[in-house]
């Protein structure tokens, strides 16, 4: 399983951004696909993920703001993370994660910078 991230940038707060994460290569092994974060100086943690049935789970300090999405093709796989209303503490560089449904492994993409300006 491969992962390739995108979409990050400079945002004023309030503004909104989209994340892109292409997952390929053998998709149909994919379980849970989730976003995310990490700030300067502190650890990584979930923003949102969603499992394979479509159940979703949003860390608290970003539900009602952030919307995670999948669209699904016969190649590769797109998942989005939809951010809006950003606050300056929602900078972070953010990942995208997904978990093997046979083995639990988790695949990680390389991060995108996301910096929200106050």
């Known amino acids: 399983v491969q992962l390739q991230a995108s979409g990050g940038g400079l945002v004023q707060a309030g503004g909104s951004l989209r994340l892109s994460c292409v997952v390929s290569?053998?998709?149909?092994?994919?379980?849970?696909v989730g976003w995310y974060r990490q700030a300067p100086g502190k650890e990584r943690e979930l923003v949102a993920e969603m499992t394979r049935g479509g159940s979703i789970n949003y860390a608290d300090s970003v539900k009602g703001r952030f919307t995670i999405s999948r669209d699904r093709d016969n190649a590769e796989n797109t998942v989005y993370l939809q951010m809006n209303s950003l606050k300056p503490e929602d900078t972070a560089v953010y990942y995208c994660?997904?978990?093997?449904?046979?083995?639990?492994?988790?695949?990680w993409g390389h991060g995108t910078l996301v910096t929200v300006s106050s």
């Open positions: 994660k997904v978990t093997d449904r046979f083995s639990n492994y988790d695949y």
């Open positions: 290569g053998n998709i149909w092994r994919v379980n849970v």
